[in-house]
C-alpha cells in the first residue's frame, strides 16, 4: 500500500467530482460531526439545512472542516479535508447559485431537511442556504502497490 499527498488539482478534482461530506463544526470545546451534501464552485462549499444544532454551532463558531471521502478498488481510497468559514447566505443570487448547484440531483436538500422528530407547524423555521470558504485542502490517496517485479 502506498500513501501519498494529493496536490490543490487533485483535491478539487475530488470536491468537484463528489457531493457526499462530514462536516465538523465545535462549540466550547466538544466537537460535532454531521453528514451534509454539497456542491462545490470557486473556493465555496455550497449546502443547505434546516435550523438545528450545526447550524447554532457554526453561527456561534464559524471555523469548520468538510471531511470528503472516495472509495477505489480493493483498498483504495482518496480523502480531502477542506478547512474553513461558515457563511450564510440572505442574498437572493448568492441563494439561488447555492439552489441551482445542489438542485442537479434529486436529493440535494437530504440530510439537511430531515430532523429524528419532526416538529409541530407552530415551530416552522426557514431553511438555511450556507457556504464554507476555504481556506486551506489537503488531501491524500491510497494506492494498491504490485511489489513483483
Not at 462530514?22 to 470557486?42: K, M, Q, S, T
Not at 471555523?63 to 471521502?69: K, T
Not at 481510497?77 to 457563511?87: C, Q, R, T
Request: glycine share 8%.
Amino acid at each position: 500500500m502506498l500513501i501519498r499527498t494529493l496536490g490543490k488539482l487533485e483535491c478539487t478534482k475530488v470536491l468537484a467530482e463528489n457531493r457526499l461530506g462530514h462536516l465538523a463544526c465545535a462549540r466550547e470545546g466538544r466537537p460535532y460531526v454531521v453528514p451534509i451534501y454539497f456542491g462545490y464552485e470557486g473556493n465555496c462549499l455550497y449546502a443547505f439545512s434546516m435550523p438545528g444544532k450545526k447550524i447554532e454551532w457554526m453561527r456561534a463558531s464559524p471555523v469548520v472542516s468538510v471531511l470528503v471521502e472516495e472509495r477505489g478498488r480493493g483498498r483504495e481510497w482518496k480523502s480531502v479535508i477542506v478547512d474553513g468559514n461558515y457563511e450564510e447566505l440572505p442574498d437572493r443570487f448568492q441563494r439561488n447559485r447555492a439552489w441551482a448547484l445542489l438542485s442537479k440531483y434529486y436529493d440535494w436538500w437530504e440530510p439537511g431537511a430531515f430532523k429524528p422528530v419532526t416538529p409541530l407547524m407552530a415551530d416552522h423555521s426557514d431553511h438555511v442556504f450556507f457556504r464554507i470558504l476555504i481556506d486551506q485542502l489537503s488531501g491524500r490517496e491510497a494506492k494498491e502497490t504490485d511489489l513483483l517485479p
